[in-house]
């Protein structure tokens, strides 16, 4: 194999491979193969690992042909050869070893999980994933080097060299972005949200419409069943029922009542809240002692883990109304929907809100506010808190909040010096606290105030703990002493940590309960508990807990 000169060269010569650009892509290739927070099976792994090393080859062409275009000083062939053959000998050696720990690697974080340990072909499997990933990275990098060729020979005819290099790779540059931007990008994600549609629009065969007229969908319902959408009608169809509670309490118990309204219910959000208001007071849901105002996942997916615990915990004596937003996964409806949830959560939460504060204080419910993943971004955007100053709602439940959430973030960024920051403690805790796998939220010696925030979150969820900053800056939740189900071998590399950082949160969801982005109903019970103050003793949640922590 014969390796370039990194310098002293017309940058026109041919060139096989550069030096400089396989020790980079070797050291980020070998760097993406250390742990992070969920662990990466052979194919996201060697996806990862592909498109650093390409990126790294590229990062490293990059430096030569800048070298070159500065005109700096240049050394002999003879040296440039043997300098960019020991960079290269020495990011293979590094890729080398990193392949032999790699399954150790992972195994670190799904002994955490109690997950079984990976393959002992996965170091194999990686490497040729990664082959083929890098591969069609260095077709489309030799797509972009041609039409800057072509373009740049064209306009060198009327135009100095450099400048018309320059604009050749403007131009190759914008016929890139728009073919990913325009094309790529546009009918992939009306692909996604047509198959999301429909996906949402498919009756469950075991699901029937309900038959209890106090039931949204039911005939006697202002939201017609079909309407409420696949993840609407899961929701309203796994309602606590009035004979499980009562045989699980032995004693008086309230059917719950949730209230569901889809996309397809009315055609603008406003509407959609209206509708939801009035399916509210039909059922009755402002007679309850506990009114949760919740905001679902980018899919109109509501929790039945973080619902039917409440159910349990008030004896049914709960009401739960939600409004879908989108039809897309989470991290689509984050990337290129980023204003839906929170709008439907105002529109939302206004109408509830201004219903409830027009109600006698000693007869309405509790009002609260619950949200998962992006429902909790767009429950922390529903209102703003000098809105709500002169009659403030009781509290809310906030599970998996995105890195985005701003009083996530500022609360977090705030917290009391000796406390980490997957768990953080802020201020007296007579505000906000945050609890994980096990129940932080009894703070000795304090006291909680009229309202009381909950985060429930674990330190192995990327979807929380993703940061941009990652790229140049080493995160504060890697410091010591780390979270329960964080891996001792994690490392903080620049570039490398924030990009399995975002390969984590496409996977987030594919562990066991109570990692990562997969919340157990038993830390919700804790959290419940905390927020809304039912009269039930330790006995009473223990049972409940036993209830819901098998197999669901």
């Known amino acids: 194999m014969r390796v370039e000169s990194e310098t002293g060269h017309d940058p026109r010569a041919t060139r096989l491979v550069s030096g400089t650009g396989l020790s980079i892509g070797f050291l980020l290739f070998a760097a993406s193969l250390t742990p992070s927070l969920i662990p990466r099976d052979a194919l996201m792994q060697g996806l990862l690992g592909g498109a650093l090393f390409a990126f790294g080859y590229l990062v ?8 070159d275009w500065l005109g700096l000083r240049r050394v002999s062939r003879r040296a440039g050869n043997i300098a960019a053959f020991i960079a290269a000998a020495f990011g293979l050696s590094c890729l080398a070893f990193s392949l032999s720990k790699a399954a150790e690697w992972q195994d670190s974080i799904r002994v955490l999980m109690g997950l079984p340990p990976v393959d002992t072909t996965h170091p194999l499997s990686v490497a040729l994933i990664a082959a083929g990933m890098a591969a069609v990275l260095f077709f489309a990098g030799w797509v972009f080097k041609l039409i800057v060729r072509q373009v740049g020979r064209r306009l060198e005819r009327v135009i100095p060299e450099r400048v018309a290099i320059t604009i050749a790779i403007g131009i190759a540059a914008f016929l890139f972005f728009s073919l990913i931007d325009g094309v790529l990008i546009h009918y992939s994600l009306r692909a996604v949200d047509s198959f999301y549609a429909k996906l949402d629009s498919l009756i469950d065969p075991d699901t029937e419409a309900p038959t209890d007229p106090m039931t949204s969908g039911s005939e006697a319902s202002l939201v017609n069943w079909r309407e409420l959408g696949a993840a609407g009608r899961q929701f309203v169809a796994n309602t606590t029922s009035e004979a499980d509670l009562a045989a699980f309490w032995g004693g008086p118990v309230t059917q719950p009542r949730r209230v569901y309204v889809g996309l397809g219910s009315a055609d603008d959000v406003e509407e959609r809240a209206e509708l939801a208001l009035d399916e509210l007071i039909r059922v009755g849901g402002f007679e309850r002692e506990v009114l949760i105002v919740a905001i679902p996942t980018g899919t109109g997916f509501m929790d039945q883990g973080a619902i039917a615990p409440l159910e349990y915990l008030h004896r049914g004596d709960t009401a739960t109304v939600a409004m879908q937003y989108s039809y897309l996964q989470s991290p689509f409806s984050l990337i290129f929907e980023p204003g839906y949830g929170a709008a439907t959560a105002r529109a939302l939460m206004a109408a509830i809100y201004d219903h409830w504060r027009a109600m006698d204080r000693e007869t309405r419910p509790r009002l609260y506010l619950y949200g998962l993943s992006l429902g909790a971004l767009s429950s922390e955007e529903s209102v703003r808190f000098y809105e709500i100053l002169g009659d403030p709602y009781d509290g809310a439940l906030w599970a998996g909040p995105p890195f985005p959430s701003p009083m996530h973030t500022s609360v977090t960024n705030e917290r009391n010096a000796e406390s980490p920051a997957w768990l953080p403690r802020f201020e007296s805790g007579s505000f906000v606290r945050f609890t994980n796998q096990t129940d932080q939220l009894d703070w000795p010696g304090a006291r909680w105030g009229p309202m009381r925030v909950v985060y429930l979150q674990y330190a192995s969820d990327p979807i929380v703990f993703f940061d941009w900053s990652t790229l140049w800056w080493k995160p504060d939740w890697l410091n010591e002493p780390r979270g329960p189900d964080v891996s ?16 984590d949160m496409a996977v987030s969801t594919k562990v066991p309960r109570g990692h990562g982005h997969e919340y157990a109903p038993s830390n919700y019970i804790d959290a419940w508990v ?23």
């Open 60 to 67: 490293g062409i990059a430096a030569i042909a800048l070298w």
């Open 488 to 503: 001792p071998l994690v490392r903080w590399f620049p570039v490398v940590t924030a990009l399995q950082l975002a390969a």
């Open 530 to 552: 905390a927020v809304t103050e039912p009269d039930a003793g330790e006995a009473d949640i223990a049972r409940i807990k036993d209830r819901f922590d098998g197999p669901q």
